[in-house]
């Protein structure tokens, strides 16, 4: 006897956050670990009106892309969606799914598509932030990426996409967190890695008597870690161990540029895809030496820096003040002259009074949601090419419309970056060139 409460479908598409879509009796439904091709029998989770949601019970025909997960979280920890299916056919949906967005909602056809850019599949995860949770019945302290959909911590002694140096720290954060007079007071952990060096950031909400001070130095000696606390905001983020401890730096070596940065400042977290954005972006704006290039999002200088040993002149936008330091400390460690940096609210667009009418080539690198306000300053000024870094393809899309069908941009290039492998997260970069017969 068959359950009636239970289905079976084939599935045909993966959503944007990696559940398998299906269609039953018209409806679509979004099922956790089931991937297009698959064969699947399931049962309703949640019914809404215009979509289900469903649990997947069991893959009686899997799809030719499936591939054993390695990590034994996977399927509770949120960190990674997409390690049952093949990473290369992963890439080629990212690929795809950027192609259909700019095509089919922004009306965009580009005239060049990139091959997608892969990197290490593995430990490439240098930034990270770790929660951190006491729970007795599960045997003390579990410290990890979230469960999935859930507040809860995943409980896992190992993390595939953790450098495996961090990895292999999990159980010992445990051990050390549990140790503490109140375990239950320490959230979260900040993970940053750099060339030579490592940090971890502990959020602590109450004040660590002298005991858990020094239980935490210990700890910093014995693993090699540089370690931070966190009482407060960002800007209360102190050493304990070492009390003056080396600056966290990663190279650019193609560019002769070296980025210091602090253990919660953004870096992109996959330095090896990073270096192949930065000679990717250096390639394609191509600013000759006379060439006055404004960077819109700057951050800490990762693409100013590299520009400006090519370009007469580099101005870089970040809304955070801090970062805006650090960028400017960066310029100086690199003996790099030619830039400026200012701090300014990008949502709100470029500086009022800010003439960019000097700048002929435009670097635009917003967070998810977009540079609309940045795009609709071309009303004032009309770049000759403008290189478009996104993490978000909708956002990118809509961008994307408004700079060829209102501004007249052509989109010349654009392609995909695995930043983060095994997610759903897509990074992209396409170039506008002007052009030249729309007023």
């Given at each position: ?65 499936r591939v054993d997960p390695p990590c034994p979280a ?25 192609l259909n967005e700019l095509r089919l909602k922004a ?262 949601t977009g540079a609309l306000a940045v795009v609709q ?63």
């Open positions: 006897m068959t359950n009636p409460a239970e289905h079976t479908v084939r599935v045909t598409d993966l959503s944007h956050d990696g559940r398998g879509v299906a269609h039953l009796d018209g409806k679509a439904v979004f099922i956790d670990d089931a991937l297009p091709g698959d064969t699947v029998r399931f049962r309703h989770r949640r019914k809404r009106r215009a979509w289900d949601q469903g649990e997947l019970l069991e893959i009686l025909e899997p799809a030719p892309e996977f399927g509770r920890c949120g960190g990674c969606a997409l390690q049952h299916l093949d990473p290369q056919a992963a890439l080629e949906r990212k690929h795809q799914g950027l009306r965009v056809n580009p005239e060049q598509v990139d091959a997608p850019v892969s990197g290490p599949l593995w430990n490439y995860r240098r930034r990270a932030r770790l929660g951190a949770r006491y729970v007795p019945r599960k045997g003390g302290v579990l410290v990890g990426f979230r469960e999935r959909r859930h507040a809860y911590i995943a409980d896992m002694l190992e993390c595939r996409v953790l450098p495996q140096h961090i990895s292999d720290q999990l159980p010992a954060l445990r051990e050390l967190l549990g140790s503490l007079a109140r375990p239950d007071r320490i959230p979260q952990i900040e993970v940053a890695v750099a060339d030579a060096q490592s940090a971890l950031v502990f959020r602590n909400l109450d004040p660590l008597g002298a005991e858990d001070q020094q239980r935490l130095r210990e700890y910093s000696l014995q693993s090699g870690m540089q370690v931070f606390l966190q009482p407060g905001n960002l800007e209360s983020v102190t050493p304990l161990e070492p009390v003056n401890p080396p600056p966290l730096v990663y190279s650019l070596p193609r560019h002769q540029v070296e980025i210091h940065f602090r253990p919660t400042d953004f870096i992109q977290v996959n330095a090896e895809i990073n270096s192949a954005i930065v000679d990717r972006v250096v390639e394609v704006l191509a600013p000759a030496p006379e060439e006055r290039v404004v960077d819109f999002f700057c951050g800490l200088g990762n693409l100013t820096l590299p520009l400006a040993r090519r370009a007469a002149f580099v101005h870089g936008l970040e809304w955070l003040p801090g970062l805006v330091a650090r960028a400017r400390q960066n310029a100086a460690h690199n003996d790099i002259e030619n830039v400026s940096f200012d701090a300014c609210d990008l949502e709100q667009g470029p500086p009022k009074d800010m003439d960019l009418s000097g700048f002929t080539k435009w670097l635009v690198d917003p967070p998810r300053a071309l009303e004032k000024s009309r770049p000759e090419r403008l290189v478009y870094l996104s993490c978000n393809p909708a956002t990118l899309a809509r961008d994307a419309g408004m700079l060829v069908h209102q501004f007249g941009y052509r989109m010349t290039r654009v392609g995909v970056f695995d930043m983060f492998p095994h997610t759903t997260h897509v990074e992209s970069l396409a170039v506008f060139d002007k052009d030249p017969g729309h007023e």
